[in-house]
Nanobody
């Protein structure tokens, strides 16, 4: 069982920046950020492996940067030039292994508590 604790988030105006953090209780090969806006399906924002190989979801436009500190069992999401459409609940996730396809875009068993990001126009 891996427990994830998130911090960061909040409310900003369009064009602003926020940084999310997530710390795991134990080692996880894959860690990721997802988000879910009201009335929409959850979408993958970014994933990163222990090897620091990262990838971003198809909706990402280069505003977000995922990073990882293996010593701290933590990942971060630096979000810049935030827009109202980025408003969502953001979740950290972790999985012990890569997916069968060899990437970190697989199913995740462990989830953080979520943190709200609200961007006003």
């Amino acid at each position: 069982q891996v427990e994830l604790v998130q911090s960061g988030g909040g409310s900003v105006q369009a064009g602003g920046s926020l940084r999310l953090s997530c710390t795991a209780s134990d080692y996880s090969y894959c860690m990721a950020w997802f988000r879910q806006a009201p009335g929409k399906e959850r979408e993958g924002v970014a994933v990163i492996s222990t090897d620091l190989v990262s990838a971003y979801g198809p909706s990402q436009k280069g505003q977000f940067t995922i990073s990882r500190d293996n010593g701290k069992k933590s990942i971060y999401l630096q979000m810049t030039n935030l827009q109202p459409e980025d408003t969502a609940m953001y979740y950290c996730a972790a999985e012990l292994r890569r997916s069968s396809g060899g990437t970190c875009w697989g199913d995740y068993r462990y989830w953080g508590q979520g943190t709200q990001v609200t961007v006003s126009a």
